[in-house]
């Protein structure tokens, strides 16, 4: 089951395009990451998928409700937290989740005390004398104290130091280890992102790219690296499921996206006979990059 | 429910400094009127306008900002307020921010009660004084509702209201430039009529948009709302040309005329101007109105002289309107006097009648219609001369004597309030205005000699509502002479002291229309004052 679901869903701002026919699943249970460069339209998706924007067309369902239908009961299962939230900066973190308390029948007072000590967070404080990493943590105990179904992370690395970053994470990780509930974040910090998800989507230019489990997705991408006998270099014609192919001198390198035993076999073969032939694994950051240079310059090639 | 009033005790919870601040600076305006009501001449402009700041600066622009900061940390038109993302519907958001708005419509009532009560308002006092201060903060807080919903913080609020005004001004520029004929004032009842479109507009307006803004948080659609709403507004003001005010009932009714007695009593020739041959002579005619009851007397719209002769020709002549009838029925009720009743009317005699008076007797009648007013004495205060302050007294302070312009041979005395009570209606300054149409008069009356002096001129020099309590200083201007009745005495300042200032009320009490005749008469001579009684 989806908890999240688009389709061909597109979200203008005055002329300019912000999503355009954005398709997305995201299946219960999981920590989804939908990553994108600045711009890519993370935001605006997040935004159009809790009804804080107004879709221009297409549909977005978001726990199996219409997003500009959700209403306060389905609410009462998200959670949401975001660099750009105007928490109401004048209360204190006691404050906050008094006043938070009373909107939700599922708030669990053992975990608000649990996680207001795990976090360190003094409750007297008020939130604009609270360091943004406090702040979004305060924003982070104040959507998970009520177990929702979905919890929604916009951007919630932006800005954190890396302690906070990894407190942030571990507080995460640990209430999701809890309770059955799916997470989807967007970040384009893509070391946190790993370190937290199953899921990862990239968003480029206001459409999906792909949407996959992690494993599957660093099982496909590998970095071939190949030292040929002579000057051959068997470039020619690459394959589609080549993202770059760099040679310097008689060292080639080549991005291959859909990896398999096979496909190495046949380049051996076909392409690289005789070389010496090395697959490396790739990090989620490398693919990230590989791929966003292979889109940037296809957005080069069609403006030009 | 529940939840409106917690988003409504965290709203008041966060605004409790501003609504401390908004109370000190409300009761710090009625401390002030009072100091004011009772300073001497030389301290009552300092106090005026300290009085004037804090309640025509302050306050207004306090609750507008208010309004603002009922709507400032749940901001309808922002994508990253925390409420959206909250299960807060918004009908639960705006009911709860109607809640905080009623209250701050409320509240200067809540503060101001004990200060009224203090005062000695009386319940009709009480209502309408309540009922002031809530149309002007429902003005406020109308005004201010449909900037804040498309306000996403205070600055931006700030940043709308320069803008809301600066539009004012250019629609007004636009008006004048576009109708020459703005300096030609509309008449009372088409501009208050066109205040209640107006007000409709914008109240529809305003209530249309926060319910677009709290409901689907569609700022651009709230805009075009407000634009349409200007728009509309500037519309009525260049062509609305209608009273809307239901039919009003005939200033007479003929019906009447049979139950409305009128018996002619006599017609008194004044002299014809010596020099002054084409000036027609002045004829007074008076009638006995046994209709009338005690404490009642007439005003008269018109009367229509019919004069007609032995040959069958006949004259007309229309008397226009009395203005100030009810002054003789006023200083005789003042003074005890039980006549008669009687009504006076005054015409010029026209030419061919008056030639034709001279040689054979003609049969007059008159058509009379008029209002009925029922007079009543509603104050009579003594009068201190000087700087004596009577704060809590009945009475009223003359300042200062100042022999006004000779022309006018007149003295004008500006007299202080000396007790605040809610006046409605300009120059209602020493009691509560009874009705809005029924004239007022006011007299100078010593009891001693008997004499009375009537007000010509009644004018408010300097007024201040503290809180619905009009402090005002009053001029009253009393010119004796033929117009009016009464005379200076000689020594002015000791009879003023022996005297008392009465204003008098004539409450309509109906209108009325009835004929008279009287029996063919024929004047002998004109060459000096001749009554002719039939």
């Known amino acids: 089951m989806n908890i999240i679901e688009t389709h061909q869903l597109c979200r203008k701002y005055g002329r300019t395009d912000a999503l355009r026919g954005l398709d997305l699943s995201v299946p219960a249970g999981n920590i989804f990451a939908l990553i994108g460069a600045n711009g890519a339209g993370k935001t605006t998706a997040i935004k159009v998928l809790m009804n804080l924007l107004e879709p221009t067309s297409g549909d977005a369902r978001v726990l199996g409700v219409d997003s500009p239908k959700l209403g306060p009961r389905e609410r009462q299962q998200i959670g949401y937290v975001s660099e750009n939230q105007k928490l109401p900066d004048w209360m204190t973190v006691r404050q906050l989740l008094d006043y938070c308390r009373p909107f939700y029948p599922t708030w669990d007072r053992e975990l608000e005390a649990r996680l207001l000590r795990e976090f360190e967070l003094p409750p007297h404080r008020k939130l604009k004398h609270l360091s943004r990493g406090m702040g979004m943590k305060a924003a982070l105990l104040s959507s998970l104290a009520y177990r929702p179904k979905l919890l929604v992370l916009d951007e919630p690395f932006s800005g954190l130091d890396p302690l906070v970053r990894d407190e942030f994470i571990r507080g995460i990780l640990e209430v999701s280890q809890q309770s059955e509930w799916t997470i989807f974040i967007s970040s384009h910090d893509i070391n946190e992102v790993e370190q937290l998800a199953d899921w990862v989507g990239l968003i480029d230019n206001g459409r999906m790219d792909f949407a996959e489990p992690i494993e599957t997705l660093q099982a496909r991408f590998r970095r071939i690296e190949v030292t040929l006998p002579g000057n051959e270099a068997g470039l020619s014609a690459p394959p589609a499921s080549w993202l770059a192919a760099e040679r310097e001198g008689n060292f080639v390198r080549i991005i291959e996206s859909r990896f398999s035993d096979a496909s190495l076999e046949q380049y051996r073969r076909e392409r690289f006979a005789g070389a010496e032939v090395a697959v490396k694994p790739m990090t989620l950051r490398e693919i990230f990059v590989a791929l966003a240079r292979v889109n940037r310059a296809q957005y080069s090639k069609s403006a030009a | ?534």
Request: aromatic share 12%.
């Open chain 2, 1 to 534: 429910m529940n939840l409106s009033w917690h988003i409504m005790r965290k709203d008041l919870f966060r605004l409790r400094w501003i609504l401390l601040l908004w109370i000190i600076v409300l009761v710090g305006q009625l401390a002030l009127g009072d100091i004011q009501s009772a300073i001497v001449e030389e301290g009552f402009s300092l106090y005026y306008w300290i009085t004037f700041i804090f309640g025509a600066v302050f306050l207004p622009v306090m609750s507008f900002g208010l309004v603002m900061g009922v709507q400032d940390d749940d901001p309808v038109c922002d994508t990253d307020a925390f409420w959206i993302t909250r299960p807060i519907a918004g009908g639960r958001l705006l009911a709860a921010k109607a809640g905080l708005l009623v209250l701050l419509w409320l509240l200067p009532i809540l503060i101001t009660a004990p200060w009224w009560l203090w005062h000695g308002y009386d319940a009709g006092q009480l209502s309408r004084a309540a009922w002031h201060t809530l149309k002007v903060q429902a003005v406020i807080i109308l005004l201010a509702v449909p900037l804040a919903v498309i306000s996403r913080n205070g600055s931006r609020f700030v940043l709308h209201g320069m803008l809301a005004v600066a539009g004012f001004l250019f629609l007004e520029l636009i008006y004048w430039v576009s109708h020459p004929g703005f300096r030609v004032p509309l008449a009372p009842a088409v501009r208050e009529s066109l205040s209640w479109v107006l007000i409709a507009l914008w109240v529809m307006g305003a209530l249309t948009m926060a319910f677009i803004q709290y409901r689907y948080r569609r700022t651009r659609q709230t805009i075009v709302v407000m634009v349409w709403v200007i728009l509309a507004g500037f519309a009525a003001c260049l062509g609305w040309n209608w009273d809307l005010h239901p039919q009003k009932p005939l200033l007479v009714d003929p019906e009447q005329a049979s139950s409305f007695p009128l018996e002619f009593q006599s017609a008194t020739l004044a002299p014809e101007p010596v020099g002054n041959p084409g000036v027609q002579p002045i004829v007074t005619t008076e009638f006995k109105a046994p209709g009338l009851r005690a404490g009642e007397a007439t005003t008269v719209t018109s009367v229509t002289h019919d004069f007609r002769w032995a040959d069958g020709s006949f004259s007309k002549t229309l008397t226009p309107p009395v203005e100030h009838a009810l002054i003789p029925a006023c200083v005789a009720l003042i003074l005890g006097q039980r006549g008669e009743p009687r009504l006076q009317t005054a015409f010029r005699l026209p030419a061919e009648v008056h030639a034709q008076l001279g040689h054979e007797a003609v049969q007059y009648s008159a058509v009379v219609a008029g209002q009925i007013s029922r007079l009543e004495v509603v104050a009579e205060v003594p009068v201190t001369i000087g700087g004596k302050s009577l704060r809590h007294g009945a009475g009223v302070r003359i300042d200062y004597f100042v022999p006004f312009l000779q022309f006018h041979l007149g003295l004008v005395i500006p007299v202080s309030e000396t007790k605040p009570v809610f006046a409605r209606v300009t120059p209602a300054w020493f009691a509560p205005k009874p009705a809005a149409a029924d004239p007022e008069f006011y007299f100078l009356f010593n009891r001693r000699d008997g004499r009375v002096l009537q007000a010509t001129v009644v004018r408010d020099d300097a007024t201040l509502d503290v809180a619905t309590v009009r402090y005002s200083r009053a001029t009253l201007s009393f010119a004796p002479g033929a117009a009016v009745h009464g005379s200076f005495p000689d020594d002015l300042r000791s009879w003023l002291v022996q005297a008392t200032l009465i204003k008098v009320v004539a409450h309509a009490a109906g209108s009325f229309y009835g004929t008279a005749s009287a029996a063919p008469f024929k004047l002998t001579e004109n060459s000096a004052a001749t009554e002719r009684t039939p």
